[in-house]
């Protein structure tokens, strides 16, 4: 499409514009996991019209969970949040599309569950600032290194669907 010239990568012969080509990466945590949340948080995702491009069921190491929360580890939850996030299987994603960082924190809600609007995955389904079922990176910089931290470059996947044509113009 001509549209997309200025500004239009090409992978395997398909053409997708930079925007459509954001990534963000969302986890859902072992709360969400355990109280059946998988499929309606994916669906949510889904039906805006992001596009699954990794995902995977792990159960983070301890350690593992200190790295993804770094930032946090001067925090006086850092450790009881580690722990939790160390205490189960966590469904890691990477979601791609056009604003799809800070619409994906949106859907999320705020950080505490009471204070996200009803409609947000975290005011829909969760309650305790502690227990708020799904993580999104916050900016383009985080989401960089969630990925990387996450997921290996070949478990990311580049690929064109036939509904690109009606989400985008
Ligand atoms: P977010 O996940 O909304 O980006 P933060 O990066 O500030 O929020 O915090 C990471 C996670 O740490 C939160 O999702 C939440 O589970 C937990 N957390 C944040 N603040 C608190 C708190 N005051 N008490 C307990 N857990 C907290």
Do not use: C
């Amino acid at each position: 499409a001509a549209f997309l010239s200025a500004a239009a990568y090409t992978f395997q012969d398909q053409e997708l514009s930079a925007a459509e080509l954001e990534r963000t990466f969302i986890a859902i945590k072992p709360d969400g996991v355990q109280r059946g949340l998988i499929a309606e948080i994916i669906a949510r995702f889904e039906r805006k019209g992001y596009k699954l491009v990794a995902i995977k069921l792990v159960h983070p190491t301890k350690d593992f969970a200190e790295k993804h929360y770094d930032d946090l580890k001067a925090r006086p939850f850092f450790n009881g949040l580690t722990d939790f996030l160390s205490s189960g299987p966590v469904v890691a994603m990477v979601w791609e599309g056009q604003g799809v960082i800070k619409y994906g924190r949106k859907m999320i809600g705020a950080t505490a569950p009471l204070a996200s609007e009803p409609g947000t995955i975290r005011g829909d389904f969760a309650i305790a600032v502690g227990r708020n079922i799904i993580h999104g990176s916050d900016g383009p910089e985080t989401a960089k290194d969630e990925i990387a931290l996450w997921f290996k470059p070949e478990e990311l996947l580049t690929y064109k669907k036939e509904t690109d044509k009606w989400l985008y113009e």
